[in-house]
């Protein structure tokens, strides 16, 4: 039998509302599956709820709820731990920012924006105008932290590792002026040379393949399911179904097969970097 191991309600509010969950279950003398018995959720997924890995999905706080007899004090709970974990961060998307932290491996696809894990300060602002642009500039600013405060698992040398396919398109329709462009591409290609990154180039004239026309996002852990992210304008949504996960992956497969190899993908770059430093159109 695994040794039992302690959860520290200081460490996070995730972790707190999770200790009192395990405090609960025990107290009505359920085990995790007895507790998951009658939802959509299996004792795993329950496991790391109560150890602050996961955040509960509200149907499964009612579900806890009326069988512990707490009178809706899980799915009140579910409110703090979103605004916990939220931090700049869109709702939606806060508990992806905090998986990454956690991630032994992230693989990603981009087809519209260069993916935030590897913006720039400069591009990152300049999605937060177009898409917020009533917003105050402390307000900006913090969203702009946040977003390069994620980056910072680059300066882990062990994990993740992280493979992004990004469209050609993005090399070629600057979303900055053409000085902030090449930085920006400068700064991808710099995490590629330091193999912090790999990166492969989708031509713009490749085959068409299922999926290409949404971003996917997934990432690995060492003790949890994977998840998958996709996102649309002011919304995603997480996967987190390991048969639907891997169903994704196979698009994703293909669409690394169909992209440039990562040195023929680092030259594109270089190049494209190199012709906006000298004001040159694309084409």
């Keep these: 039998m695994a040794a039992r191991k302690e959860i520290d309600g200081s460490a996070s509010v995730p972790q707190f509302y999770g200790k009192e969950l395990r405090f609960k279950r025990e107290a009505a003398g359920l085990t995790l599956e007895g507790l998951v018995e009658g939802s959509f959720y299996g004792a795993t997924y329950l496991s790391e709820i109560e150890h602050g890995k996961r955040t509960m999905p509200l149907d499964l706080a009612r579900h806890a709820d009326c069988v512990l007899k707490t009178d809706g004090y899980f799915e009140r709970c579910c409110e703090d731990v979103r605004k916990a974990k939220q931090g700049a961060h869109a709702a939606y998307f806060a508990p992806i920012a905090e998986a990454e932290q956690r991630a032994l491996s992230i693989d990603e696809w981009s087809n519209v924006l260069i993916p935030g894990l590897l913006?720039?300060?400069a591009y990152a602002r300049a999605l937060i105008h177009s898409t917020h642009p009533l917003e105050a500039p402390e307000e900006v600013q913090t969203k702009i932290d946040a977003r390069l405060k994620r980056a910072k698992l680059f300066e882990n040398?062990?994990?993740?590792?992280?493979w992004v396919i990004l469209h050609e398109s993005l090399l070629t329709n600057p979303?900055?002026?053409?000085?902030e462009m090449a930085e920006q591409l400068?700064?991808?290609a710099q995490l590629v040379r330091r193999r912090r990154i790999f990166l492969q180039i989708l031509q713009w004239n490749a085959e068409s393949i299922p999926l290409m026309a949404m971003?996917?996002?997934f990432i690995d852990?060492?003790?949890?399911?994977?998840?998958?992210?996709t996102e649309g304008a002011y919304h995603g949504q997480t996967i987190d179904d390991p048969s639907i996960v891997k169903q994704y992956r196979k698009a994703y497969d293909r669409l690394r097969a169909a992209a440039l190899p990562p040195e023929a993908s680092l030259a594109l770059i270089e190049q494209a970097a190199e012709d906006y430093r000298h004001g040159q159109q694309r084409p």
């Design 119 to 121: 913006q720039t300060a």
């Design 157 to 162: 040398r062990n994990r993740p590792e992280y």
């Design 175 to 179: 979303t900055v002026p053409p000085v």
């Design 186 to 188: 400068d700064h991808i």
């Design 215 to 217: 971003p996917l996002l």
């Design 221 to 229: 852990f060492d003790d949890a399911p994977p998840l998958l992210y």
